[in-house]
């Protein structure tokens, strides 16, 4: 528990508990027959403490519970008697041990603090919120982290304008850790410098493919010239790694869109109560498998008039298991979801999302990106 994020009413009244263990040993020790002992249980109180409050709280606490075991000595026998005196040196003792043990609590929880700002400022950089309205488009982007303590991983998406429309990119690296947060920060700088050009979708395809493929081939480079290093990704891993996306140009004057799908789930068009999944006749590879690309790219259109809604989402989402090991369906829950704002869509996804989940836990990382037309 991180007792920094306990509000000051709780602390105090948490602060109470092992000053009334303190009262209540002690009143009951001293009247007590001479053959019991409840002075071990003083222990209790500075252990207590150390798990919520700062090394200072838990020493004062300590000290208490010690003066209170010589308060019960000098009343029953006397202070040099051997019993007591082992009793007092060992609460001493416990008291310092519980005294340093949180202070190094406190200490880490100093450093996961730190962790999380530089975490949060990361995640403000490599992947940055959605404007809330781009040309007839209106936009909300949620991303949900499979791990408490974590703020970004592998998903991804990003939003760029053109002189004739709006660019989207929604996309998963493949693995965990620092690794796929290094691989999706070179996707979202590929794409941020080269979509807003005019250049078809297929040659922004292509810039990502050379981007993604040239740092794979660095890094396997880099594995192969010696021994691995603790943590980082050796040359079978480079060559498994790839990202799925999903690139969409939408222009401002024409009612359609225009997809590539790079081995990413289908986007969903909502349209009325119907639900459609945009699959592609011809999806391309992954990024970073260009050595199994086949024939040249083309991007696909889709019908997106006014008042349609896009969802464009990752895995993390489908893949969503609740306690009988069922997947979350996706298409069926956003059919039945009240429609409003993008914002409020996104909130009734995520809100559905987590209460399917076993637990309320997600087992990987997870994305999704509401567009709206309008008129």
């Known amino acids: 528990m991180d007792h920094r994020h306990l509000s000051w009413p709780r602390r105090q009244a948490l602060l109470a508990v092992p000053v009334a263990l303190i009262l209540i040993v002690t009143t009951v020790d001293v009247l007590a027959p001479p053959d ?9 109180a500075p252990a207590v403490t150390a798990s919520f409050r700062g090394p200072r709280a838990t020493a004062l606490v300590g000290a208490a519970a010690v003066l209170a075991q010589s308060v019960v000595a000098a009343a029953r026998t006397t202070l040099t008697d051997l019993n007591h005196t082992f009793q007092i040196t060992a609460l001493v003792l416990i008291s310092v041990f519980v005294t340093l043990f949180a202070h190094l609590r406190e200490e880490h929880e100093k450093q996961l603090s730190q962790l999380r700002s530089v975490a949060e400022a990361a995640q403000g950089v490599v992947l940055r919120p959605l404007p809330g309205r781009l040309g007839p488009l209106r936009l909300a982007s949620v991303y949900l982290a499979a791990e408490a303590e974590a703020q970004i991983g592998g998903d991804l998406y990003a939003v760029a304008r053109t002189d004739r429309g709006t660019r989207l990119l929604i996309g998963d690296v493949r693995g965990k850790g620092l690794a796929a947060v290094g691989d999706a920060a070179l996707v979202l700088g590929a794409f ?9 979708l297929p040659a922004l395809i292509a810039f990502l493919e050379g981007a993604v493929g040239t740092d794979a081939a660095d890094a396997g480079a880099g594995a192969g010239a010696g021994p691995d290093r603790a943590g980082e990704a050796g040359p079978e891993d480079q060559a498994e790694a790839f990202t799925t996306a999903a690139v969409l140009d939408v222009p401002d004057g024409e009612p359609r869109l225009h997809l590539i799908n790079c081995g990413h ?9 119907a639900v459609h999944a945009l699959e592609v006749a011809q999806p391309a590879p992954p990024l970073g498998l260009t050595e199994f690309a086949g024939a040249p790219l083309e991007a696909e259109p889709f019908e997106f008039v006014a008042g349609d809604v896009l969802l464009l989402y990752t895995d993390g989402v489908i893949e969503a298991r609740d306690e009988k090991g069922r997947f979350y369906p996706l298409a069926e829950r956003v059919a039945a979801a009240p429609r409003g704002t993008p914002q409020e869509l996104l909130r009734h996804l995520c809100a559905d999302l987590l209460g399917h989940a076993a637990g309320g836990r997600l087992g990987d990382d997870a994305a999704m990106v509401v567009v709206v037309r309008e008129g």
């Open 36 to 44: 019991v002992h409840l002075g071990p249980f003083l222990a209790a």
């Open 192 to 200: 941020r410098a080269a979509a807003h050009r005019a250049a078809p």
């Open 265 to 273: 789930p289908p986007p969903l068009l909502l349209r009325g109560a």
